[in-house]
């Protein structure tokens, strides 16, 4: 299985090849695929990813890299931590402080000492962040079976921006009234690309370049294949 890098850029050449034809709009927009990575047990940090891509302009386009991370949310009055059934010891974990109705920050272990702005978001089902799509993959459970202790103030939709290693990030988390956490964190990676015919070329801003071949099926799907590997993409609603 390819690298999470290595496949973004697979996906970034799927949105270049949105650009297939210009002249037709039901190949613009922006597209979602879900991809199952793992080192040979289990999802990567135990983690689900998807792939969007969004068509800037004739060369440009940004390429979404979205993994989900969830859990059950237990604070104490300066720490939080998630945690699964599923996965000794914490999912993820650090310190927060609220700011007011509508806000807290949190710092989160193994992420640069930076303290993340959080901010309510007042329409549930939407943000201002990340596309419509990619939202429904923090749709929460029915109900969470396990047990939560936590500070019923965090309870709602929230998102924030932060930069990790010069690349810019956004991230949403929905903390449901029973404890569930799901939160979704986008890499955003501009890149740029080139189509001839079905083929086209994509550029990553350290130069690696990658070739795939774009198969249509549809106005609302299509299909990007690079040797034996194969992505197939929906429409992603914004």
Known sequence: MRSIVALAVAVLCGLSLLRADAADPNFAGSWMTEVEMDHGSGKVENRSFAFVWKIVNGSELITMIASVEHGTLSTNPETW????????GDVAHGSYRLLGANSFSTRIAGLPPDDIIWKRVAAEGKSSRVPACL?????????????????????????????LNGTRRETVWRITPDGQSLRLDVELRPMTYTIRGAQLKVSSPDGAMSEFTLRFSGRDTMETVSGDERLRWSRCAE
């Open 135 to 163: 939202l429904k993959l923090i749709a929460p459970a029915a109900a969470n079976s396990a047990r939560s202790s936590f500070n019923a103030a965090l309870a709602g939709l929230w998102e924030a921006s932060y930069s």
């Open 81 to 88: 931590a998630v945690r699964r059934a599923d996965h000794s």
